[in-house]
């Protein structure tokens, strides 16, 4: 049978964020968050999470969102040379580690180092209390651990430290399973497109992982429709999906952004534009509503 996942990405991104996400978990629309464990908010967000459990409706599990993309390493900068600059903030991008991927001259270190601030990552939110490793659940910010560099680093860090993970997220976001809503087809975005055939492409290198781990395989909707999940196009493509998943045997996730951050709140920890535009987006605010929305 079919499990449907109501996710938000992003929490420990921003105090106002946060709060976004923790009013859905009390209003019972969210089945799992994403916790990002390198920003220095992360301490606070952690308790914060932690306190209001005992208000959700129904249990809210806390996934690994690991991040290399954007704030400081939380593994010894030094370590870390081909992935963060002199004070050890991030400074890859998803091209980086597309092509390093392809590079055999490159692709043995940075797989080593992503594997050693990967492990760094699953401690501290293992730490927190957020998860427990026998229950772990991972995902990525932007999706880095679909690349497989990233990917191979992940196994690694898992099998180094003996971690059996309950998930790891396949970002497997069919565009088939779009092509059956023709009301929304202008609305739709090349970049977005590309995403998708890039992520889909890669998704069979985890799927295998997951069926050789004994984990159920999952398909993503969230990726296609990136920033603007909005109730009513999702609404029109989810039957779509539940019938290809049940087809599969695959759970599904439904991913949403649905926490906005304040501009006041951009540290120095937030050096890309791109992505503090997405944060900053009012498509956020749209993301929520579509979770409170009682059409889902």
Same mark, same amino acid.
């Given at each position: #049978?079919?499990?449907?996942? /109501?996710? +938000?990405?992003?929490? $420990? @991104?921003? %105090?106002?964020?946060?709060?976004?996400?923790?009013?859905?978990?009390?209003?019972?629309?969210?089945?799992?968050?994403?916790?990002?464990?390198?920003?220095?908010?992360?301490?606070?967000?952690?308790?914060?999470?932690?306190?209001?459990?005992?208000?959700?409706?129904?249990?809210?599990?806390?996934?690994?969102?690991?991040?290399?993309?954007?704030?400081?390493?939380?593994?010894?900068?030094?370590?870390?040379?081909?992935?963060?600059?002199?004070?050890?903030?991030?400074?890859?991008?998803?091209?980086?580690?597309?092509?390093?991927?392809?590079?055999?001259?490159?692709?043995?270190?940075?797989?080593?180092?992503?594997?050693?601030?990967?492990?760094?990552?699953?401690?501290?939110?293992?730490?927190?209390?957020?998860?427990?490793?026998?229950?772990?659940?991972?995902?990525?910010?932007?999706?880095?651990? #679909?690349?497989?560099?990233? /990917?191979? +680093?992940?196994?690694? $860090? @898992?099998? %180094?430290?003996?971690?059996?993970?309950?998930?790891?997220?396949?970002?497997?976001?069919?565009?088939?399973?779009?092509?059956?809503?023709?009301?929304?087809?202008?609305?739709?975005?090349?970049?977005?497109?590309?995403?998708?055939?890039?992520?889909?492409?890669?998704?069979?290198?985890?799927?295998?992982?997951?069926?050789?781990?004994?984990?159920?395989?999952?398909?993503?909707?969230?990726?296609?429709?990136?920033?603007?999940?909005?109730?009513?196009?999702?609404?029109?493509?989810?039957?779509?999906?539940?019938?290809?998943?049940?087809?599969?045997?695959?759970?599904?996730?439904?991913?949403?952004?649905?926490?906005?951050?304040?501009?006041?709140?951009?540290?120095?920890?937030?050096?890309?534009?791109?992505?503090?535009?997405?944060?900053?987006?009012?498509?956020?605010?749209?993301?929520?509503?579509?979770?409170?929305?009682?059409?889902?």
């Amino acid at each position: #049978m079919t499990k449907i996942d /109501f996710h +938000a990405d992003d929490y $420990a @991104l921003s %105090e106002n964020s946060d709060n976004d996400i923790l009013t859905l978990c009390k209003q019972g629309k969210l089945d799992s968050i994403s916790v990002i464990p390198n920003l220095a908010i992360f301490d606070k967000a952690a308790k914060k999470f932690l306190a209001a459990k005992k208000s959700f409706p129904k249990e809210v599990k806390a996934c690994v969102h690991l991040n290399v993309m954007e704030g400081r390493c939380l593994a010894d900068k030094d370590d870390l040379p081909d992935l963060v600059d002199k004070d050890g903030f991030f400074n890859v991008s998803w091209g980086n580690l597309f092509f390093a991927s392809m590079n055999p001259l490159k692709r043995k270190k940075i797989r080593s180092q992503l594997k050693v601030e990967i492990l760094a990552q699953i401690k501290q939110t293992t730490r927190a209390g957020l998860c427990e490793e026998k229950a772990l659940r991972v995902d990525s910010h932007q999706h880095p651990h #679909m690349i497989p560099v990233f /990917f191979d +680093a992940l196994t690694d $860090a @898992l099998d %180094e430290s003996g971690i059996k993970p309950e998930y790891i997220r396949n970002s497997q976001d069919p565009i088939l399973c779009y092509m059956t809503a023709p009301t929304l087809f202008k609305t739709y975005s090349l970049a977005n497109i590309i995403k998708c055939l890039i992520l889909n492409h890669y998704s069979r290198k985890v799927r295998r992982w997951q069926k050789m781990n004994g984990l159920k395989t999952n398909l993503l909707c969230g990726v296609f429709f990136s920033g603007r999940m909005d109730s009513e196009r999702v609404k029109k493509v989810l039957p779509r999906f539940v019938k290809k998943c049940e087809k599969t045997d695959s759970d599904l996730e439904v991913l949403f952004h649905p926490g906005t951050m304040l501009e006041s709140e951009l540290t120095e920890e937030f050096t890309k534009p791109g992505f503090n535009k997405f944060h900053l987006s009012e498509d956020r605010s749209v993301e929520r509503k579509s979770l409170e929305s009682p059409q889902l």
